[in-house]
């Protein structure tokens, strides 16, 4: 299938996707100190450089995006141009993430991974909750926790 916009559009588009201050991941930074944690962001002595770090509790936040981490829910869907490309750099990302999920747990690092669908989309939860849910496993001892949309 041919690609509806030009080579050079195209390029500029996916330059404008950011790997880091994305938009769930703000909405999380603001939510948890607004409610008094303090972090770190992006520290690059952890595995796979985690979106917020919390050294004080000994864990780590992602913020992951459907699209780009393959999620399983409605955010998600395979491009149809390029489907191998697609599949593979999807693929590799999901390696990334099991790679650095057991490198951080080796070191001690409790993990946490919200979800784009928790923050935006037609399964998205209130961001309140979500940052209540994120408050309330940062001060257990609960090793890991998943958020996703309903």
């Known amino acids: 299938m041919v690609d509806i916009v030009a080579a050079e559009v195209r390029s500029r588009m996916m330059s404008g996707i950011r790997s880091k201050n994305t938009k769930p991941e703000l909405i999380l930074r603001q939510g948890l100190h607004a409610v008094g944690f303090r972090f770190r962001l992006h520290d690059r002595s952890l595995p796979g450089k985690p979106d917020i770090v919390f050294p004080r509790y000994r864990a780590v936040i992602m913020a992951h995006g459907c699209f780009w981490h393959g999620h399983d829910c409605h955010l998600f869907k395979m491009p149809t141009t390029r489907p191998d490309f697609w599949r593979a750099k999807i693929d590799r990302n999901r390696k ?12 001690g ?5 919200v979800w784009e669908c928790a923050l935006k989309g037609k399964t998205r939860l209130p961001h309140d909750k979500v940052i209540d849910t994120c408050g309330q496993w940062l001060q257990s001892d609960a090793a890991e926790l998943e958020i996703r949309g309903k």
């Open 96 to 107: 990334i993430d099991a790679r650095t999920r057991t490198a951080l747990a080796q070191a």
């Open 109 to 113: 690092w409790r993990q946490a991974e």
